[in-house]
């Protein structure tokens, strides 16, 4: 069961794992994905783990997760008959995604000036490694060079040992989510100017925002954060993240000050007291003025102190389970969170309501290849947006997308002339039917995509349209701002007309009813 907000369009994925994140956002949020895989499939078939620890193409769990909601299809790039399959897909496509090495398609004549030659309306998106420009175009770059290159590797591991790689590859995650981004902010000039664009992701970039306030640091204190492993720098000392417990961790940073630090350390040294683990100087310690290393450098005492606490609740949480720890947290209102594995996020009862795992059915043709996995829904999956069979309303949109192209392409000659007076196109994104299903918020659609409005006669538009002409409330005032469309001014003639109607329909119904 899928979302509906990109139902009626139809992207063509060509990409590996630096991109396969795009395809899955827009699959899970309701768009056609057609995963192009070479003859010899796709890398990331291949990628481990497996279902069962069985390696197979169909089994890849990497795989599974990343290309799950995409129908697939073979090509073969190197061949005529492959390349001018490609491109009758393109004539029909509304997104193109691809993660091949720079020049390359220009190379076999699908770059994206013949892609725009066949298809105007084509969002081409090219997930790189360091873009399409500078002395780096033509860099590969597996997922630790990714992670070297953009810094944060820099400041993973401990002090005085090398820096050490993410824990899973996540480089080519990251592109992908920013490349989904970036496809829908070129969608929207493209249905008020009727073109694409070519989007290029650079996987370098999108590794570098995740630096955050490090990037800063230099500038603002003159310094620049090191690898300190579980614990936090601060000016002049150093702060404990991550404290053990009897069955794994606890994170929490022991910090007073005027907010809800000094609030959540009385609430722990509290607790602490009652147990026999807190000393005096915590007991009647000012939590609200306590802040070393924080607004100012911290003095010999300060450290002192720092030691005692964080050796105290040290020896505090190994009497207690992470469980107990976050339970009576929760009651007191102390600021910590226990470590989560993967079976702690399998079973984590939050993300059960709110369904965010749904169970799949992973049968193919050979029985050695059947299974039964534990898939994760896309955030847009987990919204009041109406959910429906994915390809049954997805093949609906499209046949009704692609004839209200058709219509606004191929005018009739009765069309022709007055299609200049009152033109929606921008108005909505693929057909108004289905988009008036996505939202129970009023919203106005003049006629089908594309057609002419004011051709249709008042009587006409009452049995055609009738919810459209009915409840004066549903229409702006003329003159009010109109969602969607900021040429407002051009619109006022239609909606003082639509006003018209609709008092004309309301008074019409009164008399029926007295009649």
Known sequence: MGSELLCGFRMLDLADEKGAFCGKIFADMGADVIKIEPPTGCPTRRIPPFLNDLPDPDRGLYFIAYQAGKRSATLNLDSPDGRALLEDLSRKSDFLLESFPVGYLESIGLGYERLAELNPRIIHISVTPFGDTGPGRN?????????????????????????????????????????????????????????????????????????????????????????????????????????????????TVLAGGPGVGAASMKALVEWMAAAGFAADWMIAKDWRAWVPG?????????????????????????????????????????????????????????????????????????AHAAGRVRQVQHDAGRTSTPRTAPWRAQRRGLRRSSENRRRRDEPSARNRRNLTRCRFDEWSGCDETLRARRSSRPRLFLGRRGADYDQVSRRQRRRRYPDRVAGAARYPAPGAAVEGCEARDRHEPVLRELQHLETEHHAGSRQGKCA
């Open 139 to 251: 860099y590969k770059a597996a997922d630790i060079v990714s992670w070297a290159s953009g810094g944060p590797m820099f400041l993973m591991g401990d002090e005085g040992r090398p820096p050490l790689e993410m824990a899973l590859p996540q480089a080519g995650l990251h592109a992908g989510a920013e490349a989904a981004v970036a496809s829908l902010l070129a969608h929207y000039p493209r249905e008020i100017e009727g073109r694409g664009q070519h989007v290029t992701i650079d996987m370098q970039a999108c590794v570098l925002w995740t630096l955050m306030n490090e990037q800063a640091m230099p500038i603002l204190h003159g310094d620049y954060i090191k690898r300190t492993g579980m614990y936090y720098t601060a000016t002049g000392t150093r702060r404990r993240l991550v404290y053990a417990c009897k069955d794994g961790y606890i994170s």
């Open 294 to 366: 924080i607004l100012m450098k911290a003095t010999a005492e300060d450290n002192q102190e720092i030691a005692d606490l964080e050796d105290r609740v040290q020896r505090f949480f190994n009497t207690l389970t992470k469980g107990e720890i976050y339970a009576e947290a929760i009651k007191r209102r102390i600021l910590l969170a226990p470590v989560a594995t993967a079976a702690d996020i399998a079973d984590d009862e939050q993300l059960k309501a709110r369904n965010y795992f749904v169970r799949l059915e992973h049968a193919r043709p050979h």
